[in-house]
């Protein structure tokens, strides 16, 4: 399983969706108790659950790993760890995946400059306050010294998504020897 972990507007999400379009990975659809947004589909963007049927689930052991983010859960199932999936989560996600899977695991980490965050967070129209609530956390959370185990670190600066792309899929590639 390719793991992607960056902070808010890292690249982490356009460099999945290459990966999907370009390369023959499969998104893994995670499962969440938040409300779906507009636009959103069930068993797409995730498998929406409600608390107590998200909880009963993690008692019977079907979740590899779970994490909770603003009062929601959200969690990958065991049935859908393989080599031709691509995952993004958070340190925590990714160090559960590490101790559930160890081989079957790569986890890159995206690291990319808080100024370049800033503006395509500002390009894509987020609130200016959300913007620097977001920044003060990520840069608390995502450090690479949280995580357990760490294959690659990918910095996108001013880079060519292209050019990550293939860079994260040749590195995959080459050590799962898929």
Do not use: C, W
């Not at 390719?2 to 999945?16: D, F, P, Y």
């Not at 929406?48 to 009062?71: A, C, H, P, Q, V």
């Not at 980490?109 to 503006?119: G, N």
Request: proline share 1%; no cysteine.
């Amino acid at each position: 399983m390719l793991v992607l972990i960056g902070a808010s507007a890292s690249g982490k999400t356009e460099i999945a969706k290459r990966l999907i379009a370009h390369h023959n990975f499969k998104k893994t659809v995670t499962y969440t108790t938040r409300p779906k947004r507009s636009g959103e589909v069930d068993g797409v963007d995730y498998h929406f659950l409600g608390r107590d049927e998200f909880i009963t689930k993690m008692k019977i052991g079907f979740f590899l790993e779970t994490s909770e983010y603003s009062g929601n859960l959200y969690g990958t199932a065991f049935k859908d760890a393989s080599l031709d999936k691509v995952l993004i989560v958070d340190i925590r996600g990714a160090n559960a995946l590490y101790e559930a899977l160890k081989d079957d695991v790569m986890i890159f980490f995206i690291e990319t400059p808080v100024a370049i965050r800033r503006e395509r967070m500002q390009a894509r129209g987020d609130f200016k306050e959300d913007i620097e609530q977001r920044l003060t956390i990520d840069q608390a959370y995502f450090k690479v010294e949280a995580l357990v185990h760490v294959d690659k670190i990918i910095v996108n600066e001013r880079h060519d998504l292209k050019a990550l792309t293939q860079s994260v899929y040749d590195a995959y590639v080459k050590t799962m020897h898929v």
